[in-house]
């Protein structure tokens, strides 16, 4: 028996990603990583700032995001976000200014607990990937 | 009759008409495969995120302490209407069929005795409305400087609706856009986003249980403003594409009838030449005669 299912990662623009023989995913849940595997309950999530990590028998893809919703059902794993970029396509340069931008927003006085958290999440995950 | 003389003018004029009108027909409808390209490619994520809510919401245990954004705040005293148009003109009547739409929804609200506000998107949109509804309008947003339809101006005008829901400052929201159906026809729309209508729609697969992680709840408290942002988003792809649609279709129509006036033009043009040579040989002939 295959251990493979469908991934599918949509932005609201367009149809970001989708692979067919895809063995295993790993999401950044709210609520810590996930792995998901062929089979896999279905179950609806959302994201913190994190990588999404793709292994398929074509080789791994790996993908920032920053928020998004994970939906897995009969073998079909979609992701919904709308801030996404694969880790191939970014030059430490444009990380460097994420990181900027970010810090700026987490220095602003009146931003919430929340808000603040998931801010320095996304500076931490920012940073190990430069 | 006018002079031969005002009459090549005229024919000139019209014909240079012509020429822009069939360059804008031009551009429009290279605009018009872009947008509804794009309008495709968003499609998948707004069904997606409605499949979602719909289970969600349907699963939902607790209904009264459901979010305000699905349930509404109780009340419907106060009604944000958010008109959608375009920034540019010459599109024949996609602004126009909007705002009558809008006009009447705003006719119909004010016959019940409930309060209005009005937030125009698009310029076009906020020129017709202010001189009948200006002390309605709370805000005006235009996206003149960004060139194509992106998320991030959407998400923009959807955190403005939520940041005012969470004020209380209304109780109902409603979208108003045109929606692509092809290149002559749009189809103004009338669409509720807060509270949420999932009455009318069917919830597919209903069997199918999910595990939710965290709780229904709190998903559903971070779906719903993304969902409002989302919804905009579409409305704003199917506005783009309608309004190039329409300009294409406006456009065609006057380059046409351009093009009638010239050959109408010429034809009279024609007419009075010879009628001024007929009638300078009349004179050289009577001339002749008489000596």
């Known amino acids: 028996m295959s251990e493979e299912f469908k991934v599918e990662i949509v932005n609201p623009e367009k149809s970001f ?98 808000v603040k958290f998931l801010a320095n999440q996304k500076i931490d995950v920012l940073r190990s990937i430069n | 009759m006018a002079s031969l003389d005002d009459l090549k003018k005229r024919i000139a004029s019209v014909k240079s008409t012509q020429k822009i009108t069939k360059a804008m027909k031009m551009v429009a409808a290279a605009k018009l495969k872009r947008a509804q390209e794009s309008a495709e490619r968003g499609r998948p994520y707004s069904e997606k995120m409605n499949n979602v809510i719909l289970n969600l919401s349907g699963g939902i245990s607790d209904k009264e302490n459901a979010p305000k954004l699905l349930s509404g705040t109780g009340n419907d005293k106060i009604h944000l209407c958010v008109v959608m148009t375009s920034d540019r003109g010459l599109c024949g009547g996609f602004n126009a069929n909007i705002i009558k739409k809008a006009k009447a929804y705003f006719a119909k609200i004010s016959e019940e005795g409930k309060e209005l506000k009005i937030i125009t998107v698009g310029s076009k949109g906020n020129d017709q409305l202010k001189r009948v509804y200006g002390d309605k ?49 749009q189809i103004p729309q009338v669409q509720q986003i807060i509270p949420l209508n999932t009455e009318n729609e069917e919830i597919k697969d209903t069997e199918e249980s999910y595990e939710f992680e965290p709780d229904e709840d709190e998903i559903l408290n971070n779906l719903l403003p993304k969902n409002i942002s989302t919804q905009i988003f579409k409305a704003m792809l199917e506005n783009s594409a309608s309004e190039q649609g329409a300009r294409m279709s406006a456009m ?40």
């Open chain 2, 137 to 185: 309008i709370i805000e005006n947003i235009s996206f003149k400087t960004s060139k194509n339809t992106n998320y991030f101006d959407a998400e923009k005008v959807g955190k403005l609706i939520i940041e005012k829901f969470e004020k209380e400052e209304f109780d109902i929201c409603t979208i108003f856009y045109n929606q692509f159906k092809n290149v002559i026809t």
């Open chain 2, 252 to 291: 065609d129509n006057a380059t046409r009838n351009a093009g009638e006036m010239v050959d109408k033009l010429t034809i009279e043009y024609n007419r009075s030449r010879q009628a001024a040579i007929t009638k300078e040989l009349i004179e050289i002939i009577s001339g002749a005669e008489s000596l």
């Open chain 1, 17 to 114: 990603f989708s692979k067919e023989d895809v063995t295993e995913v790993i999401v950044p849940a709210f609520e810590g990583e996930m792995g998901i595997l062929k089979d896999h309950i279905s179950i609806i999530s959302f994201l913190k700032p994190g990588i999404i990590t793709v292994h398929s028998k074509s080789g791994e893809d790996k993908f920032f995001v920053e928020d998004g919703i994970v939906e897995f059902k009969n073998n079909n794993l979609s992701v919904l976000t709308s801030s996404i970029f694969s880790l191939k396509d970014i030059n430490k340069s444009k990380i460097q200014d994420l990181i900027k931008l970010t810090e700026q927003e987490v220095n602003k006085a009146e931003i919430s607990d929340q």
